[in-house]
């Protein structure tokens, strides 16, 4: 009422000054016309006087000419008469004063004019003037009410909206107070249930079929949790209509399913949560506040009984929840002292079952009418550990795949050296025939000089044996190179049969894969019952809730954390939430809110469990770490080394122990298990609004697309989904502390590999810049320095235990093509523990610029390239190799070696012109050769020292004079 008469009020108010306003113009224009006509009156006025005045000015200049005209008249006339000088002069002056008379009375004319003209301009501004200043009060005016109007509309509005929040926030606070005592009446009805204890005895089997029980346990437990997800939607709007038919239908599938298992004390619990499903759905009454809870007390129900059978063990028939569920079908409302107690309830009528041949009743079809059948799903069921074989018989394949790829490309290097070798064959026996020819010509002249000369001595077949023989080498050679190009099409077929096994290898890696992938989804009915349990033992209300739960995981890391989630999920209610009561003292809802985030960033799965409670108490926890002995009393800690305390085995701040907590093994055990997959476990609290923990796990452990690098010696992998890019940074800008590297408009931090993983500083020797890999990991980007990127390839992840996998970076290991192990490297842990740890001992790090020396072999020979790579490599060097010296100048443009061991007869370019091309460049020219050569002369040993070579050994060389000079040159190098 109040705000109808302000509102008839504001109209009246507004009508009134519409009138004034009104009125107002009226006048205004009025004002406005009788100005507008004393100006035109005035302006006629003006505009008669000026004409006046051009009349009188035009008959004064008439009568001035008639004068005129009659003095000249009269002069002309009294010419003849000789009139005497002094009238002329008389006249004379007459005319000049009666001129100066008119010019002043004209001029005085002129003047009054101009006067007139001014005065009447004037009040013409002055007119001007007044009528603006009344125009600008009018519209001071005009803007003052419409300001005051404006106030008062604003006044007016605001006491409206403020008796609408007012009115809403006692609407709320009647809702709020209606569904504290409704949870309060729930709480206490549900209470009021009596709870048959199982027996602890195990189940009794007799005359059931244990294989169709088996049979109804596996789909007990499929509906029970798709029944979960209806009841949360049921939770939310209670008038969901397909929540209700979809509840009906898995109730009364199960319900089929016990009592065709022969487990009745469930088909009774889901007969009569039928009941009162159906008794909604016909509209008989309402779905109450009090019923969902119900509902949940029942579905709870049935999961236990469930488990228990597929256990072996005994259930209770759960009749005081069977009479609750019933009474409420009726429509009877639910109260505390409503509910019958044990001691008064009438035993259960025994269900006597008929034979399983027996016709539908037409009640019991009538029943059922309404009830679409479930849609029956075509699902294979296996073993796990069978798909776990499976999967690793297909990394299997795919390693022994990569070993032959590789061994045929090696056969495919070893195919090339042939056809070299043949090329070089070739061309010997050419040069051998033309040789043999001569030969022979020269000793044919010389023994028969006289001899005829029509004849050849070659037509003559004078063949000589060493000739004969050449000619069977050149069919050999011919035989070996139609060799090679069958070899040659062999090694294309067989390439294009392991591209093809490659194709199906990988869609049979994909399949397995997606077949491990569970979503997230499937784990939510069970923790939904972990917190309404939570809840209800500990007199709290909450709800779980999802965002991103179709995310999926691989199969193993699901399972491994259920456990920890389920410990998270009894934390958050136990010791995160608050009372119904300190709730609302704190301001917030009675039910609080435990929420679980499920998203991917890179190859990483992020679980965030959060809760709206009263976050961590620090002061607890500081207190009870000083009494376990773990910080001193003043020891100065961050907040999150603080929090890091619960992690700890055996720690809690809980003053006693319950079911649910106090025992200090929950965080613990949630820690532990996430460090053993490879994750990572964070925390984040505010004080009274709440804590969140972060946990970021692999996604799988099998199958994944790696990139390679080199560091030193030693080769990893890392996940190709963590990588953002790869690039190049100057030596200078690396060396820098605080080096970062732009890209994509962001900053990558500097990291060198070598010192996250506690290997030698990346060098990349022979490159001008450094390489480097860009990785990101949620928040943290980082560029690592390697000395080799050697690109990506697709990898089978091997777990390798938990010693090695609770070391903070290692994700896995795979298997290489050569047999070989390479340790998956997760770079993120690596970077945020080199953040906080402690610098290197200045003696350590010296130690770490230590590397391997590169040694170059060169040679035509590939017998003689790989003995000698064999020897170095024995004794620890890196050894790269070339064929001859074009070769050799291709790789020293990549790469700078320490040392050369050069042959000097090869193709393309000898020994002395690729030493003279060394010597003759300044990046090149202090690399120290060696040359090895079956050239023993003393005149080529000169020429070598020459040009610059600094020892010459001969072939065959003794493997420890070989070691010793290298070794000689190297300290020589170095020093």
Do not use: C, W
Not at 145 to 164: D, P
Not at 248 to 273: C, N, P, V, W, Y
């Amino acid at each position: 009422m109040e705000a109808e008469r302000i509102e008839v009020g504001r109209i009246e108010a507004e009508r009134l000054e519409a009138e004034r306003l009104e009125a107002e113009r009226i006048e205004a224009e009025r004002i406005e016309a009788e100005d507008r006509d004393h100006v035109e009156r005035e302006a006629q006025l003006l505009e008669q006087e000026r004409i006046e005045a051009e009349r009188l000015e035009a008959e004064r200049l008439e009568a001035v000419g008639a004068e005129a005209e009659g003095f000249d008249a009269e002069r002309v006339v009294s010419g003849d008469g000789e009139l005497g000088q002094p009238d002329a002069e008389s006249l004379e002056a007459e005319t000049l004063e009666a001129e100066r008379l008119e010019a002043e009375r004209l001029e005085a004319a002129r003047l009054e004019a101009e006067r007139l003209e001014a005065e009447r301009l004037e009040a013409a501004r002055l007119e001007a003037a007044r009528l603006e200043a009344e125009r600008l009060e009018a519209e001071r005016l005009e803007a003052a009410r419409l300001e005051a109007a404006r106030f008062e509309a604003a006044r007016l509005e605001a006491a409206r909206l403020e008796a609408e929040r007012l009115e809403s926030e006692r609407l709320a606070a009647d809702r709020l107070e209606v569904d504290r005592v409704v949870a309060a009446a729930n709480a206490e009805m549900l209470a009021a249930i009596p709870t048959d204890e199982d027996p602890d005895a195990a189940f009794d089997f007799t005359g059931l079929d244990t294989e169709l029980v088996g049979i109804f346990v596996e789909e007990s437990r499929d509906l029970l949790d798709h029944s979960d997800g209806l009841l949360a939607k049921l939770r939310e709007s209670a008038s969901d209509r397909e929540a209700l038919v979809g509840l009906q239908r898995d109730l009364h599938t199960l319900k089929g399913g016990a009592r065709m298992a022969g487990i009745f004390a469930i088909g009774e619990l889901g007969h009569s949560m039928e009941s009162l499903l159906e008794a909604v759905s016909e509209q008989r009454f309402d779905l109450g506040r009090g019923d969902v809870p119900l509902l949940e007390r029942g579905f709870d129900r049935l999961h236990a009984m469930v488990t228990r059978v597929g256990e072996g063990r005994a259930i209770s028939p759960s009749q005081g929840l069977i009479d609750a569920l019933d009474a409420r079908a009726r429509g009877e409302e639910l109260l505390a002292g409503s509910v019958v107690a044990p001691a008064e309830r009438m035993p259960a009528p025994k269900v006597v079952m008929p034979p399983l041949t027996a016709p539908i009743g037409a009640a019991e079809a009538a029943e059922d009418d309404d009830i679409t059948p479930r849609a029956p799903q075509e699902q294979v069921r296996i073993r796990a550990d069978l798909l776990d074989r499976l999967v690793n018989y297909a990394g299997e394949v795919a390693i022994y795949r990569a070993r032959l790829e590789q061994q045929l490309g090696a056969f495919r290097g070893a195919m090339g050296e042939m056809e070299q070798t043949n090329t070089r064959l070739r061309d010997q026996l050419r040069r051998l025939d033309i040789e043999t020819e001569a030969q022979i010509i020269a000793r044919y002249q010389r023994e028969h000089d006289s001899a005829d000369a029509t004849f050849d001595p070659l037509e003559l077949d004078r063949f000589s044996t060493l000739q004969q023989l050449s000619r069977a080498l050149a069919e050999s050679v011919a035989d070996l190179t139609s060799l090679q190009g069958t070899l040659d099409d062999l090694t294309r077929q067989y390439e294009t049969l392991l591209l093809q096994q490659s194709r199906v290898s990988s869609d049979l890696q994909e399949g397995l894969m997606r077949t491990r992938m569970v979503p997230f989804d499937s784990l939510v009915p069970r923790l939904r019952r972990v917190v309404r349990q939570a809840a209800t033992e500990t007199g709290k209300h909450a709800q779980l809730r999802l965002e991103g739960a179709q995310g999926e995981l691989d199969r193993n890391v699901l399972e491994r954390m259920t456990a920890p989630l389920e410990h998270m999920l009894r934390n958050a209610v136990a010791h995160g939430l608050e009372t119904p009561g300190k709730r609302r003292e704190a301001g917030k809802a009675d039910e609080g809110a435990v929420r679980i985030s499920v998203r991917r960033e890179g190859s990483e799965v992020v679980l965030e469990v959060a809760d709206d409670g009263a976050g961590l108490d620090r002061e607890a926890i500081r207190r009870r770490g000083v009494e376990r002995g773990l910080i001193r009393d003043d020891a100065v800690l961050a907040e999150g080394d603080l929090d890091s305390l619960i992690f700890q085995p055996g720690f809690s701040t809980a003053d006693e122990v319950s079911r649910l907590s106090g025992r200090g093994v929950g965080m613990d055990v949630v820690a532990s298990e996430v460090r053993q997959l490879g994750g990572a476990l964070d925390i984040a609290t505010v004080r009274g609004r709440g804590t969140t923990f972060t946990m970021r796990l692999p996604q799988t452990l099998a199958v994944t697309q790696a990139v390679f690098v080199k560091i030193g010696e030693t080769s990893f992998a890392v996940p190709i989904a963590s990588v953002r890019g790869v690039g190049r940074i100057s030596r200078d800008e690396f060396g820098r502390p605080d080096a970062a590297y732009a890209y994509g408009g962001e900053d990558y931090a500097v990291h060198d590999l070598g010192g996250l993983v506690g290997h030698a500083p990346a060098r990349a020797d022979g490159h001008l810049q450094m390489p480097l890999l860009l990785v990101r990991s949620g928040e943290l980007r980082v560029a690592v320095a390697v000395d080799q990127i050697l690109g990506s390839r697709e990898i089978v992840v091997k777990p390798v235990g938990p010693q090695v996998a609770s070391v903070p970076g290692i994700f896995g290991a795979t298997i290489m093509g050569d047999g070989s192990v390479v340790v998956i490297l997760d770079v993120a842990p690596l970077v945020r523990r080199r953040q906080v740890a402690r610098p290197r001992d200045p003696a350590a790090e010296a130690a770490l610029q230590r590397r391997v020396p590169l040694v170059m072999v060169v040679d035509d020979s590939i017998t003689m390239r790989k003995v000698t790579a064999r020897v170095l490599e024995r004794h620890n060097y890196e050894v790269v190799t070339a064929k001859d010296g074009v070769d050799a100048l291709e790789r020293l443009a990549e790469r700078v070696p320490d040392l050369m061991l050069l042959d000097i007869e090869m193709p393309r370019m000898d020994g002395y012109e690729l030493a003279t091309e060394m010597k003759a460049d300044a990046r090149l020219r202090e690399v120290p050769i060696i040359m090895i050569t079956s050239r023993t002369g003393e005149k080529h040993r000169q020429r070598a020292f020459e040009i610059g070579v600094e020892r010459y050994l001969g072939k065959p060389y003794q493997e420890n004079e070989l070691l010793r000079n290298v070794h000689d040159l190297l300290e020589q190098h170095d020093g």
